[in-house]
């Protein structure tokens, strides 16, 4: 406040709320040692202000008298009009308030306030209970009308989302057996091409036998295991020779 702060300035900038800052400072202000801290501060500062005014008016009085030594008009009356205003001579367009002038009109301001405050309170106070005290029993006997409330609104009708078809279980069942064949005869198509495959990468001499894939599963056992050489297929009699009735070739014969 010292410094020309307001009461609400100076509880802000002390640390206090910003919603109650106003009603603090007034509060604070009514301590004596505050208020006489703040007005010594006040007092220090109007002192220390007095001095550098002094210093520069005694500044201008020398530009004053050189001026008027020089003959220069202009500058002596430009000096003359500073010192004038510094020492409030001349009236300024606006007056320098005190921190410490405007606290205290804070404080008047908000006295009148507060009484106000409190005689609202206390009429309010007194004419609830005189609403009280004179508020009418209710007669049992007075006819009253009775009015029945009003039914509550129909809710608007809804429209039925239609029924989901239903799929016919034995078309289902016909889907089911249709996939579960197909994949029975993919994996017997890729058993078929594996065991055909591996039987002729490790024993490739075995081509001239297999004609379809399908042949090399002789060769294999219900795990896909190869199986051994006395249990594989014997060779087969080309068709010529058989229509002919003649058996393959003995060596003794070539």
Known sequence: MAAGRSLTE????????????????????????IAARAAHLALAREDQRQDELDELVAVLKRVMIDSMGRQNDFAALRAIAMIARLRGLVPTAAKRSSGLETAMEEMRLQEPRAGEAEEEAGQAAEQGEGVTAQAPVPDAESDTVFEPPMPPEAPSPVDASPAPELTHPRSTDRSVQRAAALEANRAAVRRRIFCCEHLLTLHPELSGRIDDPSDALAYFDENDRLLPKDLWPSARVPPSLQAGGEGPARSDDV
């Open 10 to 33: 100076a509880a802000r900038l002390a640390g206090y709320a910003w919603d109650s800052a106003r009603q603090t400072g007034s509060r604070l202000m009514k301590e004596p040692h």
